[in-house]
């Protein structure tokens, strides 16, 4: 079975910016994701990177801010965050899906989910 454990989350100005890690370790995955859930609110994709050609996406409220990575021969994914804002305080999962997903930013799709991490960004 996969396993995931994210690190890196912590407490930031806005305007400021954080670095966020998932080690995976288990058997093969095709698609490796970010998601984020603030109180209240529903869990949703942030960003997502498949292993067949590094190819990725982001959702529109992140776009041109946030930037996912991966480093194949560690099995570990990275979210580097810039130009955070309050808005973007919640907290941050990440997950794999052993296919691409059919329907990519959907929180279903992922079949294997780690703790989380909280971000916390003040005004």
């Known amino acids: 079975q996969v396993q995931l454990v994210e690190s890196g989350g912590g407490s930031v100005q806005a305007g400021g910016s954080l670095t966020l890690s998932c080690a995976v370790s288990?058997?093969?995955?095709?698609?490796l994701g970010w998601f984020r859930q603030a109180p209240g609110k529903e869990r949703e994709g942030v960003a997502r990177?498949?292993?067949?050609?590094?190819?990725?996406y982001y959702a529109d409220f992140v776009k041109g801010r946030f930037t996912i990575s991966r480093d194949a021969a560690k099995n570990t994914v990275f979210l580097q965050m810039d130009s955070l804002n309050p808005e973007d305080t919640a907290m941050y999962y990440c997950?794999?899906?052993?296919?691409?997903?059919?329907?990519?930013?959907?929180?279903?799709?992922?079949?294997?989910w780690g703790q989380g991490t909280q971000v916390t960004v003040s005004s």
């Open positions: 997950a794999a899906a052993h296919d691409a997903p059919r329907v990519p930013g959907s929180p279903s799709e992922y079949a294997y």
């Open positions: 288990g058997y093969a995955y095709a698609c």
């Open positions: 990177i498949y292993t067949y050609g590094d190819h990725t």
